[in-house]
């Protein structure tokens, strides 16, 4: 059901267009147009970003004014969000015995098993692996077992790189190829391992994470720097609906985590063959960015360093969303 709700809501959202200025010299304070989000989900949005909200406030052609009264609404994961206003929350018609003891506790479980309270969780178990020392360092953080992270100023080093049949080859990248000046806390990292495995975290990607005596952002040492924010994703079968809507269900949870939903953003798929990718769903990918998907090998020979970065959540994830996640039943409304 979650599926097919994300199905729905992914192919059928709606752009959020700023109303043409009838002064051609004003400048709105943001890019209005590239959020992607429905006209009804803006006012949790608003409360979620205090500073869009004010800049809205401030500025007469901002689109979203008739959301602004309602910024008391939240979607459930915020520390200062109120129950009763929540997005929504799970009702469960009968209890699950094998679950739950009563309604109350079947409801909880499944908002953190599938629902906001999902994002809440991860949110908690975000820690920083790599700490900048300085204004303008790298710095990482990620969640539990390395399934989502953030990075900044990110370097990636591909002039050797060792491509061959596998799309994810665990040591492909070696110490040194990949990292970013800041002070890294090595045995954090090393206790992230447990759930290494392609689809289940990015443990096999950033166990080479290097402190680096340089700033990846200078020019000397990156053949490209890349401005714009980027997801790095690992994909699902792009042949088979139920495998890849996986890939679009946790990027969606990642735009929450990350409190991101513009579409000006590079999606950068992880792929350590020389294979393509095929794809029956790529008219998706526009619901999530106003660019074509990026392969890795596009990289290839280059060092290349990254201002803004965010490793998404994967589709096989060890009780993580996909088509086959165990969940309490006998649900009957799921808001996310």
Known sequence: MLLLVALVMVCTYTVVAAEEAENTSHKPPLHYSSLALPQHHIPYFLHNNKRVARLCREDPLCPFKDALPDVSSCWGYEKNCAPENRFGYPVCTKIDSGWASSVEAAQELFWKQADFGYVMERLSEM????????PGDSSLKCSSHTRFC????????????????????EDFLQEGEIGGRCSLNSRALAAEGEHKSPLQSWYAELQAYTELDFNPTDEEHCDIIIEKPTVFMKLDAGVNMYHHF???????????????FSRNINILMWDTSFSGYGDLF??????????????????????????????????RMRYGLFYNTPLVRILSVSPM
């Open 127 to 134: 820690k920083t692996l790599c700490k900048a020392t300085n």
């Open 150 to 169: 953030r990075a900044t100023n990110l370097y990636l080093d591909l002039r050797n790189p060792r491509r061959g049949h596998e799309r994810y080859k």
């Open 246 to 260: 996986c890939d679009f269900v946790n990027l969606y949870i990642s735009q929450h985590i990350n409190n991101s």
């Open 282 to 315: 790529s008219e998706t990918w526009k619901a999530f960015s106003d660019y074509d998907i990026i392969h890795l090998k596009t990289f290839d020979t280059k060092r290349v360093c990254f201002k803004d970065s965010v490793f998404s959540l994967l589709p």
